[in-house]
């Protein structure tokens, strides 16, 4: 079974600052890989996703990310963070077997942003 | 257009009780699926409709937890005995036709006393 870890459970960044938020994964072969933002009260918002092809990927919001095989990782990062951009942010990852569906979530990152 | 939702957006019932948590998905999705998000954790999957039938129930946790779409739209998650355990936020998602980018709805916080 696959299993995720964001090793960061709260992480404080100055508005302006750049960003990086840790994801590990842990299967078999290559998932699909997946974050998303939760703001208070609010349903979880999907900000990019990795297929295949281009390790690199482009997200809404300014975001991007990369996956690394070799180091089972696929951190989120952003170069410059808004006030706006403070929330919880969750990795997740999907097994590519017939009919699974499920999305493993890690235990998720909450992001402060100091003025 | 608009998204997934859920109702009701809070429910707090005793133990013992029987509740009942609906979920509406994007016109058009096909897919549907159920998950429970505890305190301080990511949401953890319970359940996968495609169109009528459950495709994947491996995620309830017992036989307490049934979920059923009867005509392959509109989900109800129903919970039996309800136990202090289960006190949760419970999301819904829906997806077209089983695709991996799923769209969730707000939840419903269910809180058990």
Do not use: M
């Not at chain 1, 709260?10 to 990086?20: F, W």
């Not at chain 1, 938020?21 to 990795?50: D, E, I, M």
């Not at chain 2, 939702?5 to 999705?29: A, F, M, W």
């Not at chain 2, 039996?80 to 089983?98: K, M, N, P, W």
Request: proline share 5%; charged share 20%.
């Amino acid at each position: 079974a696959q299993s995720v870890t964001q090793p960061d459970i709260h992480i404080t960044v100055s508005e302006g600052a750049s960003l990086e938020l840790r994801c590990n994964y842990s299967y078999g072969a290559t998932p699909y890989l997946f974050w998303y933002v939760q703001s208070p009260g609010q349903g979880l918002q999907l900000l990019l996703k990795y297929f295949s092809g281009d390790t690199l990927v482009q997200g809404i919001k300014g975001f991007e990310s990369e996956f690394k095989r070799s180091q089972s990782s696929f951190n989120l990062r952003k170069p410059s963070v808004h006030w706006s951009d403070a929330a919880e942010y969750f990795c997740a990852v999907g097994a590519r077997v017939t009919g699974r569906r499920a999305l493993t979530f890690g235990s998720g990152t909450r992001l402060q942003v100091q003025p | 257009g608009a998204g997934v939702s859920q109702t009701p957006s809070n429910k707090v019932t005793e133990k013992g009780k029987y509740v009942e948590l609906r979920c509406d998905p994007i016109s058009g999705h096909t897919a549907l699926y159920w998950y429970r998000q505890s305190l301080g954790q990511g949401p953890e999957f319970l359940i996968y409709f495609q169109g009528t039938g459950a495709a994947d129930d491996s995620g309830l946790p017992n036989d307490r937890f049934f979920a059923v779409r009867p005509e392959g739209s509109v989900s109800t998650l129903k919970i039996q005995r309800t136990e202090r355990g289960d006190s949760a936020v419970y999301l819904c998602a829906s997806s077209i036709q089983g695709d991996f980018e799923q769209y969730f709805g707000p939840g419903t916080r269910l809180t058990v006393t």
